[in-house]
């Protein structure tokens, strides 16, 4: 994945100097998906990832990253999306990155997924959660410092205007994470501890915005969560995530738990994960994900992805795919 | 052209490794084109090829291709196009290749045109057919493998749903080709010979879809072609193609009939081609193409066009242009 | 910034091949901007530059740019756009360029602005002007030639038709540039004469075409500017710019005077730029720039800008920014 930039490392030692750079990486997908509401049908998708990088006088590591997405459909994809951009400075003090980047409590939280298929049967089912941001317009500013087995974050979302329905009166968002990791008899520990306070333009499911039909436009919310990933020598491991979403008066609560489990085995990886979102007074998702994962090497991953519910449609609108999954 | 990826292969047996990678080439054109249809006007393109490829532990080579096109006119290119997605798989089994690619007949049969020109005049004129797919929307799953002087293809372009006017409910177009190259007295011979068969929903001249107007939505068609060229070694070089187009009876049988002549001696390239389409119980409209490129090394090629039609309109719309066709 | 340049030079006298190639660099902006119209916001940007370059045979130069510009908000930057496209070849006859670069008047031309600012409040208050083009599509045919301490160039932008309110009837800009630089008593002296003449779509300010709103398609303007810059030892820099429009009746006739004012030592720039449009016997907007920058090496800058006035509103409307501006 890593291989223009490993290039010019190489280069550079052979150069004799360090030297801001622009490394190019990608990946791309072949195969079929199908289920309850698409055809069977081929998928094939790209990105393209730019990653730069370099190193100030005084030994301040500084970059940035931006990506090119065409993962939609083949008419989809003639029309290049940008993403992931995000500006970043390290050092001594820790790291500050703004963009489209997580923030402090999705930072913190370790997701239930594992693995990859190619058109996402792992984290797109509709009792998943990846404890994401998008208050408003995903313009993160996180700050992290690690120490020893710990870390930190501090993060804001702010509501600068920009977004379409934004009046720029909401309040900031607000978050604070921490992390930290153990071995324990032969078993890596990890937890993760969130917090994010604030208001937000969306309350959403499946990327449908709710707020929208009840006439609301900004609703406050504190976000609580809590994670924590056992990785046994045996290949087993296990995620366990809460969260919980208080909002004020205008919306029920949302609450949200999760838990995978993996087991790894030479190149073979399977995972199923399972979720349920509850929203207080009313109503609950629950389904799960299923993923089969073979390494053939040099990047290439045959890859099987099963989800049971992908519509919070009643009944379950199932969905599949099975293909490779390559890194360049 | 592949100067990256002559780059990285010069740093991978440097640091010993063989790597996925991500090569970038480009093209660009400059130059002045005009005729019957636009003013006089200068000309400038770009073409931006991400080129990915790796190879797994068994050694399989997998590879994927997106290119990112701003070839029209200055605003125009303010928009860049992503082009030609492709992902593929090959080994001994053969090659599987999904995406923005030829179909198993447009794969076999060899096109007239030669050599290049800054606004394509060798391609574009009204009676030149490049053998097409477009049946549904360009996703073309191909499966080749050679053996010997012999190559074959299949192919399926699928009625996915996604396109714009499909109810997805179209017959898949299934392709079957075929190709066979020979020497015979210093004459390099290759044959080509296509046959695809099912449902589409365009049956189109210069991008006007026809079924539109008359309120058709899927046609059934089988198509049928042939090629054969033959490349001299006194730098003469012909190339014949013919394929017919069998409707059901909503809409009126196509032919096709294409001719191609050039002539290489050092770094001149001169050519010609006629093409014919004949509209079954209606009309025909024939055009020719001439080019001539003078290669100036480097990747760089002094480029002249003409085309004799550019329009279904009555009469002849002529084009012509003049520049550099550049390739990095 | 030209890193990936130098690894592939290094590279090729590795090989001992001289060869077309596509060179990748990319800029990226972190920090905070506000002012009177907008909220105090966080702000990051990326831009990825593809340099490509070639020789022909007979020692021509030629090559390629094209730049992805994601500079907006957070999701501006989503949906890239395509800038900077030109195409190039020169030798001992010159260098001709064609595409969005700088007519002769602008080539010839200092402008006053030094330095950086993450929101660009050196050269977009109201006041400044940039010499620019944009008369129909920003599609410039440039020849320059140089000869010892002299540089000349001729331009053309030709009325096309292919921009939206263009009808193809208005008359080429044409334009003529000198450049002339000497050292006088240690100081760095370089003066600059630009004259165009033609006819335009555009009668504009800040971005909005008055022609739309008086109704008139074209104008014939004529158009000559003078600049001089000295630059002396001690660090000190000064720049002076005056340009002046003469239209035709339907218009008032513009005039602009800018000067610019820059003090470096070590790693610290400091600038001052003012403006003032003169509007013939109706009105006249002036207005400054200040810029602090800080170069950290590598490619990182700390930049602080203030723009006095960047709205043609009555009173004025300031903007500042403070951040980083990284190139890889």
Known sequence: MKKLLLASTAL????????????IEGTAEMGFTGGDL?????????????????ETDTGLSFGATYRLDADG????????????????????????????TDGALDWALTETAMGTAITDEGTTHVGYSGNGDNYYDDQVLRYEYAFGDFGVALSVEQDDGNSATSTGDGDPMIGLGGKY???????DLSFGLGYQT????????QGVNFLDAIGVQYVSVDVLGVSAK???????????????YDYGSSVPDLEHYGLGLGYEMGALLVHANWGKWEIEDFDSFDSFG?????????????????ASDVSTDDGDQDQFSLGLSLSF
């Open 198 to 205: 604030g208001d937000t333009l969306r309350y959403a499911f």
């Open 230 to 244: 056992a990785a046994m020598d045996n290949g087993f491991s296990a995620v366990v995530n809460y969260v919980t």
């Open 290 to 306: 299923l993923i089969a994962n073979y390494d053939l090497g040099g990047g290439a991953i045959l890859a099987a992805g099963y």
């Open 181 to 187: 990791k153990a071995e324990l008899g032969g078993v």
């Open 38 to 54: 698409k055809e069977t049908q081929f998928h094939n998708s790209y990105t393209i990832n730019f990653k730069m990088s370099g």
């Open 73 to 100: 459909s083949s008419e989809e994809n003639q029309n290049p999306v940008g993403d992931n951009g995000t500006v970043w400075i390290s050092g001594a003090f820790g790291k500050l990155t703004l963009g489209d």
């Open 12 to 23: 550079i030692g052979f150069a004799g100097v360090a030297a801001a750079e622009v490394a």
